[in-house]
């Protein structure tokens, strides 16, 4: 790079000076925190997406602004790879050290150690497609974003206000559109929604209607984009209507709604009223999570969450390549430490399918099922996809079908896999499967629910005052730091029958998450609020002391 183009970074970085205090870190989902303070690394951000693209041969990168189901006042930024997966974990480093380099020149010197660690060809034009959510801090950090981008002089596409997976769809869909083989669409809302809406509609033709689907789209990015979609399809097999749409009202975004809302209190979104009989889901701020739920007979509520639809994925996969009759075709489930104890012990001992643990956060379980043929995965708050790898995919290329019967399940696996967002956890597609499934299984939210009967569960966050000093290992579930603390969960964990606990650091709220499982809601609570409350005490816990 020449020396002028270093003193123009230096001059755009000027623009956008890094706050003093704060210490920035690439965390779950790229960075979080209070969207006003993160205008600086939002133009690094753009700093590192040329560097990324120029090192993938001026493919195009993605970057999303968007801080997911977090609450409207915080915002975020995360890079898209190629082939519209999470950035590699090993860029992750040059991300944290570039937010945190102090000074315009020290952004320059890490740009120049990146160029030279990553071997960067930097005459290569780099390009880059980004997107941001309908949050109020938004606009502004699309300005430092584009400044960042003009810095480098990047051919950019911007995407305006869409969902966090329709960007990663677009970015894969523009990386392999010269690709016969790999072409994944057309990189615009309309050919998104001409997919998924196609491959929906292939797989339930013929099928009998379903009854209305109620969205709660979080007041999030969600509402106008699943409006789109239902034109799109313009079907009664897709009759919905959309609750908490309101992207225009300040302080409405997941505020008491929206799929995180409804998994960690485990109730309907508090504006919405269920009729018993009706079927209801929520997508979170940016439409990357969705769960479903409906009031039984008595009012009460019931959940199904990502791990309901994952085992409902998985089953209904496992039968499909079994009435294909292909041979060794695998299909396997991710989840992580979230994961109903019910579920596992459902997709182990019931669907006899093999099941690994990751960490949280989408992009460490990606890659497991990156390794299945067909890996399933979900993380219980409702994000995640079904992936296909090329075993998988030659596979069904090779399928010789001896009847109709199997043409029909080697046809409808391929028609999932248009169904189905592969880049990233998609709501909006996520949905469609659900749909599609019990659309062809005639089966209502209550039957879906009849596979297995969850653990109670709680998941609780206690505030501290620095998050940083939890480190865990075994997946997470152990903590290593601070010392003696996971002792003293073991003990009050010892206490309940079928009692299960564990803390971590959440990666993208400034909090601890204590999650609790045990054989009665009780115990369950009981669990949940000592192992918070020991967190609280020997932690430095901040604010209320987390009580039932
Ligand atoms: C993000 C990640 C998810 C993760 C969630 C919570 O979700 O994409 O994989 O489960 O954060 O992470 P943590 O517990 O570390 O805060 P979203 O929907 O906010 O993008």
């Known amino acids: 790079m020449t020396t002028s183009a270093f003193t123009k970074v230096a001059e755009y970085s000027g623009k956008h000076p890094k706050p003093a205090d704060i210490t920035f870190a690439y965390g779950t989902a790229g960075f979080r925190t209070i969207g006003e303070t993160l205008e600086s690394t939002v133009f690094r951000v753009g700093l590192l997406a040329a ?24 915002n975020g930024v995360k890079l898209v790879d190629p082939m519209g997966e999470m950035l590699q974990q090993s860029w992750e480093g040059y991300c944290t050290s570039m937010a945190n380099a102090a000074t315009d020149d020290d952004v320059v010197a890490v740009l120049s150690s990146i160029i030279e660690s990553e071997g960067i060809d930097v005459s290569i034009r780099p390009k880059v497609a980004y997107a941001r959510d309908t949050r109020p801090s938004s606009p502004l950090l699309q300005a430092a974003l584009e400044d960042g981008l003009a810095a480098l002089d990047v051919e950019a596409i911007n995407y305006g206000i869409v969902t966090t997976p329709q960007l990663h769809y677009f970015v894969r869909c523009i990386n392999t559109a010269d690709s016969a083989a790999a072409a994944y ?29 109620y969205i709660d789209a979080a007041n999030g990015v969600g509402a106008p984009q699943v409006r789109k979609l239902a ?18 009202s300040l302080g409405k975004l997941n505020m008491g709604c929206g799929a ?94 093999p099941t690994v643990f990751a960490k949280t956060g989408v992009k460490h379980l990606h890659h497991e099922a990156e390794k299945m043929h067909i890996g399933v995965y979900f993380e219980a708050n409702g994000h995640g996809t079904v992936l ?51 659309i062809c299984k005639g089966w209502t939210l209550a039957q879906w629910d009849e596979a297995y009967t969850d653990m109670p569960s709680r998941l ?55 999650y609790a499982e045990a054989a ?29």
């Open 51 to 74: 560097l990324r693209s120029q090192s993938k041969q001026g493919q195009t990168i993605g970057v999303m602004i968007t801080a997911s189901h977090n609450e409207e006042r915080d």
């Open 460 to 514: 609780l966050k206690v505030v501290v005052n620095d998050r940083t000093i939890f480190k865990t290992t075994n997946a997470e579930q152990t903590l290593t730091a601070p010392k003696g603390l996971q002792d003293v969960v073991d003990a009050l964990v010892a206490k309940f029958p079928r009692g299960r606990s564990f803390v971590r650091p959440s990666g993208t709220e400034d909090a601890v998450r204590v």
């Open 231 to 248: 034109e799109a399809i313009n079907s009664p097999y897709f009759n919905i209507e959309v609750c908490n749409g309101d992207t225009e």
């Open 520 to 548: 009665t809601r009780s115990d369950c609570d009981q669990l949940a609020y000592s192992v918070a409350g020991a967190v609280f005490d020997k932690a430095g816990g901040r604010g209320e002391r987390p009580a039932e």
């Open 260 to 353: 995180d809302y409804v998994k960690t209190n485990q109730r309907q979104p508090a504006s919405m009223t269920l009729t018993p009989g009706d079927r209801y889901c929520s997508f979170d701020g940016d439409a990357d999570r969705i769960v479903y739920y409906y009031a039984d007979e008595h009012g009460s509520f019931h959940l199904l969450d990502g791990d309901k639809i994952s085992t409902l994925a998985a089953t209904y996969l496992r039968d499909l390549v079994s009435a294909a009759g292909i041979e060794d075709l695998q299909v396997g489930v991710v989840q992580t430490a979230y994961a109903n104890g019910s579920s596992t012990s459902y997709i182990k001992d019931t669907l006899k399918l």
């Open 185 to 213: 669409g057309e990189p615009t809302e309309a050919g998104y929604n001409k997919k998924y809406g196609a491959a929906f509609l292939r797989l339930v033709e013929g099928k009998p209607h379903p009854s209305k689907l």
């Open 388 to 438: 296909f790898n090329a075993g998988a995919i030659a596979k069904l290329r090779e399928a010789k079908p001896q009847s109709p019967a199997q043409a029909d399940a080697v046809e409808r696996l391929w028609a999932l896999r248009d169904l189905i967002n592969e880049s990233v956890g998609d709501a909006m597609s996520d949905m469609l499967l659900v749909e599609t499934i019990l």
